[in-house]
């Protein structure tokens, strides 16, 4: 069954919505852009895209690894899960889906979460929510934050903030914006108003676009005020700006520097999950086959523990 499988990895930004067919399973980071499909070409073009293809089992393996955080800048993050989440969610309710990449889905998933269970605990490294709450709430002892977007990351940060911090909300989905203020309890900035956030000295942006939202007019008067900090999380990045950590812009490359990985212990534990996951990808290829009365395939001597990280 997995022999079918077609994973295609972009990093993000260089691929547009309008290219895939909405048979697609589609899971965006802030890295990259994954495309799975089961049997069957996801793009609107006849030519496929070849560097970026991973395919059988070790699209299954290449999934799972990201799912568990360790294709993560930040190694074992967390917000990968809401994300995957998301994603399933919005494919579970095409009405092209295809029932067998929804199992596949689903036994990821469960492989993941028993992955971070037996060897990813305690490895995590704080959050892109948990740093942006440090440089706002703790540094900058930040009493009103605006988060700009309205999307999961959007939801982690307000999490974060709402303990210590009045907390307002800025973006284009006006549903979604109203569902999250009333859960919240936040003020709302209407979306066509954003351009008065000059007046607001802390931000959080998680707002990822090839557009410019905040440029450098819009930094020249913000930054006048005498305290601020704005915290761009989106990407590609929607700002556009000569200001630096040491100004008042933190970027999201300064938040990955910030959570690097430390050696020793991790690393190990790190190497112990990535052998478990390859076991754990040839078993479940053996099941598929099992279940749907496919000849087993060869198991692929490319896959190996890679303790590499991206």
Not at 68 to 91: D, M, T
Request: charged share 25%; with cysteine.
């Amino acid at each position: 069954m997995l022999t079918s499988l077609k994973l295609w990895n972009f990093s993000s930004g260089t691929l547009q919505d309008e290219e895939l067919t909405s048979n697609a399973f589609v899971l965006r980071t802030c890295q990259r852009t994954l495309v799975l499909a089961y049997d069957l070409n996801p793009f609107h073009h006849e030519t496929l895209p070849k560097n970026e293809l991973v395919t059988g089992q070790d699209a299954y393996l290449f999934l799972l690894e990201t799912i568990c955080g360790l294709k993560s800048k930040l190694i074992g993050e967390n917000e990968i899960v809401g994300q995957f989440k998301e994603a399933y969610k919005i494919y579970a309710a095409s009405t092209l889906k295809d029932t067998k990449l929804l199992l596949i889905l689903e036994k990821l998933f469960k492989d993941a979460k028993d992955i971070r269970t037996q060897y990813l605990i305690g490895i995590s490294q704080k959050t892109y929510a948990s740093l942006t709450r440090r440089h706002l709430i703790q540094k900058a002892k930040a009493e009103h934050i605006v988060v700009v977007g309205s999307g999961a990351l959007a939801e982690d940060l307000i999490n974060q903030f709402k303990k210590k911090a009045q907390v307002s909300i800025c973006a284009r989905n006006t549903h979604k914006v109203a569902e999250l203020a009333k859960i919240h309890d936040l003020n709302v900035i209407p979306w066509e108003e954003r351009s008065s956030l000059t007046n607001q000295p802390f931000i959080a942006n998680t707002i990822g676009t090839d557009s410019i939202l905040f440029d450098e007019a819009f930094f020249e008067v913000w930054r006048k005020q005498e305290q601020h900090l704005f915290v761009d999380l989106g990407s590609p990045s929607a700002i556009k700006t000569s200001l630096s950590l040491l100004e008042g812009v933190v970027r999201l490359e300064d938040i990955f520097n910030e959570g690097a990985i430390v050696e020793g212990q991790k690393q190990e534990q790190i190497a112990l999950a990535k052998a478990a996951m390859v076991s754990l990808t040839i078993k479940r290829r053996e099941l598929f086959d099992q279940k749907f009365k496919r000849t087993p395939e060869l198991i692929s001597p490319q896959i190996t523990p890679d303790v590499r990280y991206i």
